[in-house]
């Protein structure tokens, strides 16, 4: 036996909260807009007309309602130009909205460090970094431009106070080829 349009539409109304957090009415209005929304394509589906989705205003509203800090989930980013959920914004995602990832954090007040990922995808980065010891090299690193400048600025004092002279560096000539 089939089911019922209200059953279907209850049954993704429950999904829904029991994903995210929904006010009495939010829920009331939520199950009315899914069955309205289902009872449209059944009727289309026995006329064979094709329908394409459109953003509704309530979805619109939703995206606008939530704000840059909550967009960024511990285990999913929202777009907030389209209410997508996925694991990190990339600048593929954003390239479809007509954005670059430092326009999209302008907007929406990003600083431009704040990784547009996952919290625990992020977390999980950070962890296999530090495993494979990238801090400490990065530090030594650092450390070691840093003595190499103070070496060559050291070196070209001592040289001139001296009076001692580098070698030239050595050159090749091309011959022009006669004609």
Known sequence: MPKKLIEIASEIVQ???????????DIASSLRQVF?????????????????????????VAVTKLSPADSVQNDKVICLECGAEMRQLT???LVSHGMSSKEYRKKYGFSMRKPLSAKSLTK????AAKKRGLPEKLK??????????VDASTKAVTKTETGVASKPKRTKLRKKKAI
């Open 140 to 149: 030594q690193a650092i450390e070691a431009r840093r003595q190499g400048k």
């Open 91 to 93: 600048s593929k995602h």
């Open 15 to 25: 999904t829904q909260v029991s994903l995210t957090s929904m006010t009495a009415t």
């Open 124 to 127: 999980a980065r950070s962890k």
């Open 36 to 60: 309205t929304t289902l009872l449209e394509l059944e009727k289309a589906e026995t006329a064979g007309i094709n329908i394409e989705r459109t953003q509704s205003a309530a979805e619109q």
